[in-house]
């Protein structure tokens, strides 16, 4: 015989054909229920993270997944969540929150991200040096060159120097 899934796999799987199908309000309401049932289930609020994205609350779907961190799923088992969440992050000059979305799955060798967060690093650290951080600046190319991944781990020893030199000036 049939037995019926729970309300919140239910919920959640609801909101899952939503979210493939682009209806981002839709699955707000959808998975903001299912986290209701089940609050602690921390991949309906990845999901609801998603969503929140599809509807450009990136606040809230930050605090989603903050929670889900702390249950123990963090973006590692949303690698596109984070990527797009990144890039938002990263077009509003928001270098850290992007950067701490990414880490841990170039830190987890998910495919492509150890690329995406060298790249990352190397806009952030152009961007510090521009506006004179030069010891954020150089954390950043640092992780470059170490990551040696992307399409601008090559400018790493470069701009490292670079920023070496200007750290000398700055103690003369």
Known sequence: FLTKPPENERLYQEGQ????????????KTLN??????????????ALARAYVGVDQVDKAW????KAQQLGAGVVAE???????????RQHGQYQRAVELLRPLAQNNVNGKKAELCDLDAA????????????QALRCWEEVKELHDGSRAGEADT????IYQKLGEDMA
């Open 17 to 28: 054909k939503q979210l493939q199908l682009g209806q981002f309000a839709f699955a707000l």
């Open 33 to 46: 229920e299912a986290v209701a049932v089940k609050p602690d289930d921390p991949r309906a609020l990845l």
């Open 63 to 66: 605090e989603c997944i903050v």
């Open 79 to 89: 690698p596109q969540l984070a990527s797009d969440l990144a890039k938002y992050y």
């Open 124 to 135: 952030w650290g152009d961007q510090m040096l521009h506006e004179g951080d030069l010891k």
């Open 159 to 162: 701009r490292l120097a670079t």
